[in-house]
């Protein structure tokens, strides 16, 4: 019975908390691609991919898992994503999303996030995606991501 907003302290630094993708973040979705031989569609100005859900995030103690040591600052996510338009009938996409492994800064200070997808009508996917460390100055933090997200083979959405 943990509100949204609350966070669950599990000692050492080590919490999990709710969380949701500013709008300001504007992230957008440029293309779908249908199965294999089938054109390749530019997706309305309007198709915004929201994010949220919940994100363990590694405190200074470190976390061990069964993927190995978590350090500082690594996260392992689990929620959903929203695509505007996304469905074949152009209602909103729901995409529910889980980390597979831990994200963390890699040497070149990027992280490379891997999840895997499900939806209703393209089924199970994964998505990849890379994240340079984000910049911070007196405008605010900005982002640079890029990345896709698969579905069985079929389609394609590029973001």
């Known amino acids: ?3 949204l907003d609350g966070e669950i302290d599990l000692g050492g630094g080590n919490r999990i908390v709710g969380y949701a993708v500013n709008e300001d973040a504007n992230q957008r979705v ?3 691609q249908g199965a294999p031989g089938q054109m390749t569609a530019a997706m309305p100005p309007a198709s915004r ?3 949220g859900g ?3 995030v590694v405190g200074r103690s470190g976390l061990d898992t069964i993927d190995g040591q978590a350090a500082f600052g690594a996260t392992i996510m689990q929620g959903i994503y929203v695509l505007e338009n996304g469905n074949s009938d152009r209602s909103d996409a729901e995409i529910t ?3 597979v492994g831990i994200v ?16 209703e009508e393209f089924g199970e996917g994964q998505l990849a995606s890379v994240q340079p ?3 911070v100055d007196g405008d605010g933090t900005h982002l640079k991501i890029r990345g896709v997200l698969v579905f069985g083979g079929s389609s394609s959405v590029g973001v």
């Open 1 to 3: 019975e943990i509100p």
């Open 30 to 32: 440029l293309t779908k």
């Open 49 to 51: 991919l929201h994010e």
């Open 54 to 56: 919940f994100r363990l």
């Open 97 to 99: 999303f889980h980390s």
């Open 104 to 119: 963390e800064l890699n040497s070149w200070s990027t992280s490379v996030v891997y999840q895997k997808l499900h939806h």
């Open 133 to 135: 460390m984000p910049l």
